[in-house]
């Protein structure tokens, strides 16, 4: 068996399904809250020139509702780019952390097995 560490860490992963955080919904997440963060803050600064601008007042707090609304995106958008991004991360910790306490429960048992004969755990 001339197979890898990393070929049978794929295969694991394949084995436990987890999905490939390259691809899907979660990508698209990942990418609308960046698109909101940025886009909240443009709309937020636009409306602070706009209500800046003018001695009208309509039009002044028609720009502070937009700047009220461009900052809530920005704050949806980070929550949004936070936990997506925290959770591709940690999946493939998690996996990894699995990954390495089998290996290290497989180097143990195998270390212990050339000790025992084999009938039991505490027999020599």
Do not use: C
């Not at 049978?8 to 809250?33: C, H, Y």
């Not at 940025?38 to 007042?57: D, E, I, K, Q, R």
């Amino acid at each position: 068996m001339t197979e890898t560490r990393a070929d049978r860490f794929v295969q694991e992963l394949n084995a436990l399904k987890i999905p490939d955080p390259s691809a899907g919904r979660s990508g698209l997440w990942l990418r609308t809250g960046v698109i909101l963060m940025v886009g909240g803050l443009v709309v937020a600064v636009l409306a602070y020139f706009m209500s800046h601008g003018t001695t009208n007042p309509l039009s002044q707090r028609d720009a502070i509702v937009l700047a009220l609304g461009g900052v809530a995106a920005s704050i949806v958008g980070s929550a949004l780019f936070l936990r997506y991004s925290l959770t591709n991360f940690l999946r493939f910790w998690l996996a990894r952390q699995s990954f390495d306490l089998d290996a290290l429960g497989n180097r143990v048992v195998g270390a212990d097995n050339s000790r025992y004969d084999g009938v039991g755990a505490g027999s020599r």
